[in-house]
């Protein structure tokens, strides 16, 4: 039979959460902080190991995890697979909650993509669990701009769902985060992606992809030959007429 694997997110939402601060003493209160509401299942054969593969597939598509701080309870610090097993001193393997350390991972891999978004160097991030259920659980991460959170949400998770899965990210890749950056960044000059992709030596068809992607979703649109990012206004154009 096989093992029930899933991630759902029942909601999500960008505030200040005064409540959140007490998660983690890194977090600045004036920055906002996106709350993700999320649902875990996850009861593989072989804990540890599951772990540290889920782990290792995440760092193929994220690098710059294994950059991360994380000071969280010993037994939950992400890939520790990598250089020691999850044992308590006296040997016994400590019996850590898996859906907690998924959400904890969840937390992380939103934090790369705010900190890869947005160009910002330092990003906080907790993860409460919720009396209400083993399963459910509270991520908070900092965000400065409420622009990009949709965005960091929607990515974040379907890396996670894609690995649990075992499935290709397609157009969803760190291709389609690249780009949404170096749009984003544009600050509402619009890039032109084809220029891009051959200045940066890009494979065309994987950026044309990404972009396909993050257009059908919602994140980008394109004007003629340049793309904007969705939120954004074009720089110096008179405001939009609207219909009564
Ligand atoms: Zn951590």
Same mark, same amino acid.
């Given at each position: ?41 996850? $009861? ?8 540290? %593969? ?42 850590? $909650? ?30 409460? %669990? ?34 649990? =899965? ?5 157009? =969803?890749?760190?291709? =389609?985060? $690249? ?15 084809? =220029? ?49």
């Amino acid at each position: 039979m096989k093992r029930r694997s899933r991630i759902r997110i029942a909601g999500s939402e960008v505030g200040l959460f005064p409540h959140s601060l007490a998660l983690n003493p890194r977090f600045r209160p004036e920055v906002q902080r996106i709350k993700v509401d999320v649902e875990i299942e996850w $009861e593989p054969l072989r804990r540890n190991d599951a772990l540290v %593969a889920l782990e290792n597939a995440l760092v193929e598509i994220s690098p710059n995890l294994r950059r991360h701080e994380c000071f969280g309870p010993p037994a939950y610090r992400i890939l520790r697979g990598f250089d020691a097993p999850r044992d308590t001193p006296d040997g016994e393997t400590a019996q850590i $909650e898996l859906p907690l350390a998924l959400a904890h991972l969840l937390e992380h891999l939103m934090i790369d993509t705010v900190a890869t978004l947005t160009g910002e160097v330092l990003v906080s991030g907790a993860t409460g %669990a919720r009396w209400d259920s083993r399963q459910r659980f509270d991520i908070f991460v900092e965000c400065s701009d409420v622009a990009v959170a949709p965005l960091v949400v929607r990515l974040s998770v379907s890396w996670m769902q894609a690995v649990m =899965a075992g499935r290709r990210l397609d157009g =969803a890749g760190p291709p =389609a985060l $690249e780009l949404a950056h170096r749009i984003y960044a544009r600050s509402g000059r619009g890039l032109d992606p084809t =220029a891009w992709a051959r200045r940066q030596r890009r494979d065309p068809r994987q950026v044309a992809s990404a972009l396909r992607w993050l257009e059908k979703n919602g994140f980008v649109r394109r004007e003629q030959d340049l793309v904007y990012y969705q939120t954004e206004r074009r720089a110096a154009t008179p405001p939009r007429r609207r219909s009564a």
